[in-house]
Every structure is written in C-alpha cells, then in structure tokens.
C-alpha cells in the first residue's frame, strides 16, 4: 500500500514561456510524460486578471497536445469540479492574488485532498510556489491581500521560480535573488529550490528530481547553497530531516 507521499505526483515548472519558444514549448514532453494516459486538465487561472484569455491559450496549448482542458473559473460548482479532475494545472502570473482566489472559493482543502489521493498536480511559476508551505519565496508586488501566506503545502519546500544568478558585471545595487533567499532562511527553516528558466522538479514514487533543461540552486538554513542539475535527485536536499540537522 503506497504512502501518502509515495502517491503524491507533482510536476513544478519554473516558467510557462522559454526565451525563444512559445507557451510550454519548452515543457512539453516532460507535461505529456507525465500526464501520460490522461486526457483531460482542469485548468486554474487566478493569478492573471483576465481569466477567460488566459483560460483560451492554455485550452489551445492543451489541445495541440492532445489534451481537453477546462477552466475552473466556468464551473457552476468549483468543488466538484476539483473532485472530478483528473489532473490540475495551476499556471502563473501574480502569487498574492493567486493565493487569494484559492482562499475566496475554498478550494486550499479538496486541491490538497486530491493530490494527496494521487491526482496529478502541475504547477508553472506562481502555480509552482503555491505548491509550497507558503507564499514567502515570490518576487511579485502584493496587489491584492490573501487571509493567509499559507499556501498549499504538498511538498515541504519553497520554490523560488525564474531563478537568476547574480550578474558580476550589472550596477544594479539592490538584492539579488540569492541575497533574498537568504533572509527568508534567516526567519524561516523550509529548504528553497531556486529554480533556473527552464528547470523543473518532478515528485513521484516517493522521490524528487529535477527536470528540464537547466539547474537549480538549493538553500538550506545553516548550509551552503547547493548546486544540482537535470537527473539529480533532491530528496536528501529538501527534506525536513535535513532541515532539522541543520
């Protein structure tokens, strides 16, 4: 009998769009890999403004994959819609209002009851945060106030997404990505993965790989940051029994 953990499927991605190609190009074989035989996504897209635009090009991406999707923000019942899905695909955009949307329309507990049943879970982006303890790791403006930074929790680290490494020759004087990663470890003890465009972790079986075409940064509390590439295995670098041995 599999464990709650071992039945969880998640697939976060860092960027929907891949300089140089068009919305999940870059992603596409690892998406079909993934969903396998499944044919239909109920898709969430609360973190653009315009749902129904939004809701068409991933509609149309779906299809040319040969796959149904269907809006959740067109159900007459949005819990029902979620209990009947056979995968979710949140996308990106702004996290705060997200997280919001979530929080207004209930809909935190029965995404969590699904995936932890073994419904696939694919997050892009602010999708992809969303999927972690909370939303502290994003880069986006709060335009809107969710009741809560708790997000939904199916796996026990942060994901920063669009991960850029500091540029030695830029003026600019503010915080790079990194310098912030840092102070959320000195509030925080949840491991982040800093993932680069292009990259892509993968939970599955019980085990978490990163994916796709780039690396990623890992950052532990009392640890120096990582360095991990395509195939490699996080397990060891994310989990909370390393977090407490820090």
Do not use: C, W
Not at 22 to 34: K, N, T, V
Not at 38 to 50: C, G, H, I, Q
């Amino acid at each position: 009998m599999k464990t709650k953990n071992e039945s969880k499927r998640v697939l976060l991605i860092s960027n929907s769009t891949l300089y140089g190609s068009g919305y999940l190009d870059h992603a596409e074989s690892d998406i079909r890999d993934f969903l396998g035989s499944t044919r239909s996504v109920l898709f969430v897209p609360f973190a653009l403004y315009d749902r129904d635009a939004y809701s068409s090009m991933a509609r149309e991406r779906f299809k040319a994959m040969g796959y149904e999707l269907d809006s959740i923000h067109t159900a007459s019942d949005m819990q029902q819609a979620v209990n009947d899905a056979e995968v979710i695909f949140i996308g990106g955009g702004n996290t705060f209002r997200l997280l919001k949307s979530l929080y207004d329309f209930d809909l935190l507990p029965s995404i969590r009851q699904r995936v932890a049943e073994g419904m696939p879970y694919i997050g892009s982006s602010a999708g992809s945060i969303v999927a972690g303890p909370t939303l502290k790791t994003t880069k986006d403006m709060p335009i809107v106030e969710p009741p809560s930074f708790d997000a939904l929790g199916l796996v026990p680290f942060q994901i920063s997404p669009h991960y850029l490494d500091p540029d030695p020759n830029s003026t600019h004087m503010g915080e790079t990505q990194e310098e912030r990663i840092l102070q959320f470890l000195e509030e925080n003890n949840a491991s982040v993965v800093g993932l680069r465009e292009g990259a892509m972790v993968r939970i599955e079986h019980g085990s978490t790989i990163l994916k796709g075409s780039s690396g990623a940064r890992i950052f532990r509390k009392g640890h120096e940051p990582v360095e991990t590439v395509p195939g490699e295995k996080l397990n060891d670098l994310i989990s909370p029994a390393a977090e407490e041995g820090s």
